[in-house]
């Protein structure tokens, strides 16, 4: 939110309360006091108002907002009511408040994509074209994933070119339209980062990784050189185990290994992803070499 939130007065700030006016009278002094009455107070409240919303300033985050003009509140004048003895309510005096503006969710939104370093990903990703039926099971599970609340994890794996990243991506999309924070990273990436001892951020680095709240983990265990090594092995886990271990984070993860052939570089890591993603019949989707197996039974493999 940082420098986003040019309020110009806090929130909920009652800017006139008029009772002491209305109890002044023309004093020694010639000048009439006569207090405004209520009419006049509230025209007079809606004109500032009025003004403070057709003030317009430059959107720090591009974004245009007719109601705000980009200061992304709303001053709007309400009544205060009281009772009356016999229980009847009249309206006692008026004043402005400052509301958040409709565009806010909005901005917050815009904010998080940026943040997630997938913008332009997002920004482009069209529809995903359903041609074959392990597509449309693909489409179908990844929008059961956005719907539902118990599983954790969506895991898609397979061959280049079927659409993970595309899926994975348009998962991505619904989550920051929610608001949620989200963070995509490559493999590659993050084990460069943490197996470089010299990087004096590797802490950080992880520390990102296991908080955040959404994590899009992108060609798990594509080999840097020939082959995986145990240190990657072993920092995967560590990151995929702490992700399984917080309450409330949620983890994708596109591959070029399905899932069984995960288990095999690490069968702790593949346990861990299956178990998020609500088991064998979870949010798993493999897309095999010569045929699609969407719900892989590890027992019969
Ligand atoms: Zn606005």
Redesign the pocket.
């Known amino acids: 939110m940082q420098g986003l939130t040019p309020i110009q007065r806090p929130l909920g700030t009652m800017i006139t309360a008029g009772t002491t006016t209305r109890r002044a009278t023309t004093t020694s002094d010639g000048i009439d006091h006569t207090p405004e009455t209520l009419d006049q107070t509230k025209a007079r409240l809606e004109e500032e108002a009025a003004a403070f919303n057709r003030a317009v300033i430059e959107p720090k985050d591009g974004i245009y ?10 001053a709007r004048v309400i009544p205060v009511k009281r009772k009356r003895s016999d229980g009847s309510e009249y309206v006692w005096n008026w004043y402005v408040q400052d509301e958040l ?4 969710p909005k ?1 917050n939104a815009a904010l998080k994509q940026k943040a997630s370093g997938m913008s332009e990903a997002i920004e482009n990703v069209g529809e995903f074209i359903t041609d074959e039926d392990w597509q449309r099971s693909m489409l179908q599970s990844a929008r059961g994933f956005v719907m539902q609340t118990a599983a954790r994890c969506f895991f898609v794996g397979g061959h280049t070119g079927t659409g993970k990243t595309h899926i994975s991506t348009k998962i991505c999309k619904a989550y920051i339209e929610r608001g949620h924070a989200l963070l995509y990273r490559k493999w590659t990436e993050v084990m460069r980062e943490l197996l470089d001892y010299s990087n004096e951020g590797r802490g950080q680095q992880f520390k990102e990784l296991t908080e955040i709240e959404i994590l899009y983990l992108d060609d798990l265990f594509k080999p840097i050189g020939n082959s995986i090594d145990a240190k990657e092995v072993r920092a995967t886990f560590e990151i995929i185990d702490r992700r399984y271990i917080s309450p409330n984070k949620i983890t994708i993860i596109s591959s070029e290994l399905t899932l069984p052939k995960i288990k095999n570089i690490d069968e702790a890591t593949a346990r861990r992803i299956e178990e998020m993603a609500g088991g064998k019949d979870g949010f798993v989707t493999n897309i095999g070499d010569d045929k699609i197996f969407s719900k892989v039974d590890w027992r019969h493999r």
């Open positions: 907002c007719n109601l705000c003009g980009n200061k992304q509140t709303v503006c409709a565009c806010v901005r």
